[in-house]
């Protein structure tokens, strides 16, 4: 019986995991309540210490779930597009190549607002990097006005598992060509998407 999904769609790096949640770090946050799950997508915030922290509002129905050991999944989503077999120097059929990192953790809600106005000014200092147009003052009054509509918490990550399918199955020439397209059509279809909505 073949092993899914495929050993070399994985990615066991840890490293390269972390690059995926430091470069696209718009999580997918879920957790489960009376077996229904309750979905968000929040930006996650790598540490260093195998955890993430985030922020969460107090009205989401979600925030109740944020503390406590409460277990959740994290989904932090790469690069993605079709594979036509037309890219490929061999016959192939049709696929889809993708970059995502599921993550399996713990939270605990982490209760100090001094804690938290100093997270979401160290939030804005990883988002607004390398040029640091704008940065978050401790003593932003519009900041510190929602303080106590935020609610802080962190995850430890118990978890770890890379999906890097990459067409890493087919020659060399193919894998590149594929590699090229999803840089090509990654750039092209926001573009087209945009134009379509906004």
Not at 104 to 114: A, D, H
Not at 180 to 193: D, P, T, Y
Request: charged residues 25%; glycine residues 2%.
């Amino acid at each position: 019986m073949m092993k899914y999904p495929p050993k070399h769609h994985q990615d066991d790096n840890i490293n390269h995991m972390i690059d995926v949640i430091k470069t696209y770090p718009l999580a997918t946050v879920i957790s489960v309540k009376d077996n229904k799950p309750l979905i968000t997508h929040l930006p996650l915030i790598y540490n260093h210490e195998e955890k993430l922290i985030g922020h969460i509002d107090i009205y989401n129905p979600q925030a109740d779930l944020m503390r406590d050991n409460n277990e959740v999944t994290i989904i932090f989503s790469g690069p993605q597009c079709y594979i036509s077999p037309s890219v490929y120097t061999t016959t192939q059929l049709p696929t889809w190549n993708y970059i995502k990192v599921h993550l399996k953790g713990t939270v605990k809600r982490i209760e100090s607002k001094e804690a938290l106005k100093q997270s979401l000014i160290e939030m804005t200092e990883f988002l607004e990097a390398p040029d640091h147009k704008y940065v978050l003052d401790a003593d932003n009054q519009r900041m510190i006005g929602n303080l106590n509509y935020i609610e802080m918490f962190e995850i430890t990550i118990t978890d770890w598992e890379g999906k890097f399918k990459l067409s890493q199955d087919k020659k060399a020439k193919d894998t590149e060509n594929a590699r090229a397209e999803l840089i090509r059509a990654n750039q092209e279809s926001i573009k087209v998407f945009l134009d379509k909505v906004f």
